[in-house]
């Protein structure tokens, strides 16, 4: 008898405890602010380092630049990154209106909010940008995931697309089914 783990994303989790919403809106918003905390840190040590290499003789500048280098500034796009997946997870948690509610139809402004949701948000992906496919059993990570156009292709099973395909092939939902889960309509 063989167990399979199954992995739940946040979104997923968060339609089976609804109760739990406060609690991950509350927790989202101070990982917020802390985000915001060490990107404001992270420039402000990186202004000290730049005054600190253009004052000093140039000879030197080589041991101040290596000082720099050890001191841990980490990188901007990341913590910006992280930011932006925290507002839509937040985005994510605010009521429904009820105009949004009553409203059946399907917008390409809805199709196009849908494609711009993260896949990260459904894929754990490597530091190589490679996953494990959830659609088979897989050892290995085949899954590369194209972090400018959000896409991602499984070199294993040849399948891939966008936000929209895989969550029609996880969730196994029509077209119009998956845009209303990815943008909570």
């Not at 940008?129 to 991602?152: E, I, M, R």
Request: net charge positive.
């Amino acid at each position: 008898m063989s167990y399979v783990q199954e992995k739940y994303t946040i979104y997923q989790l968060l339609e089976i405890f609804p109760e739990a919403k406060t609690i991950v809106r509350q927790k989202t918003k101070q990982e917020i602010a802390d985000l915001k905390y060490r990107l404001d840190e992270r420039l402000r040590i990186q202004r000290e380092c730049t005054k600190v290499i253009s004052r000093s003789i140039y000879r030197n500048r080589w041991f101040w630049q290596m000082v720099a280098d050890i001191l841990y500034i980490p990188d901007k796009t990341e913590i910006e990154k992280g930011i932006k997946q925290k507002y839509f997870l937040l985005e994510f948690l605010k009521p429904k209106s009820e105009q949004t509610v009553k409203d059946d139809k399907i917008t390409e402004q809805d199709i196009m909010r849908a494609k711009q949701i993260p896949l990260t948000n459904f894929l754990t992906i490597n530091r190589l940008g490679f996953a494990t496919c959830q659609l088979h059993t897989d050892k290995t990570p085949s899954v590369k995931y194209y972090d400018k156009q959000n896409k991602w292709h499984c070199f294993s099973c040849g399948q891939g697309g966008d936000t929209i395909d895989l969550c029609m092939k996880i969730h196994n939902k029509t077209f119009h089914e998956a845009i209303r889960f990815l943008i909570n309509k």
